[in-house]
């Protein structure tokens, strides 16, 4: 199964155990992290629906890119500029592709007053 996800302005297509190189996330490595801005999942030819989909991947490391040199120069002016430059990156392994985790709310509140309700009549007799 694959998925094309969004993070950091770009769209990755991704399936389960590959790795990337996406735009800096917060974390540390081995952290895990979700993916919940999935545009696109399939297998094989065929396209699924991509409501509650989510993409957990795990944190491999926090690195930087490769320099690029950035140089200014304007003739005949004697100006010229050299900047360097490093971007943030993190190393993604997508560990799997599914629905996302829906937690089951509990209902104490209103089993409370059903309670109450039939203890009162009780107490009135």
């Known amino acids: 199964m694959f998925a094309v ?16 190189v996406v ?10 992290i979700t993916l919940g801005d999935v545009l696109l999942a399939g297998e094989g030819s065929e396209l699924q629906s991509v ?14 890119g490769e320099k690029v040199i950035v140089f200014k120069k304007r003739r005949r002016h004697n100006y010229r500029r050299r900047n360097g430059h490093r971007q943030q990156h993190t190393i993604l392994k997508i ?8 937690k089951a709310k509990t209902k104490k509140a209103d089993s409370a007053p059903a309670a109450a309700e039939g203890e009162a009549p009780a107490a009135q007799a």
């Not at 996800?5 to 990337?20: E, S």
């Open 5 to 20: 996800v969004r993070t950091g302005g770009k769209q990755y297509r991704v399936a389960a155990g590959d790795k990337i």
């Open 23 to 32: 735009e800096k996330l917060d974390g540390e490595a081995g952290s895990s």
């Open 51 to 64: 409501d509650g989909l989510t993409v957990s991947a795990e944190i491999i490391a926090q690195a930087k």
């Open 95 to 102: 560990v799997s592709i599914g629905a996302a985790e829906k």
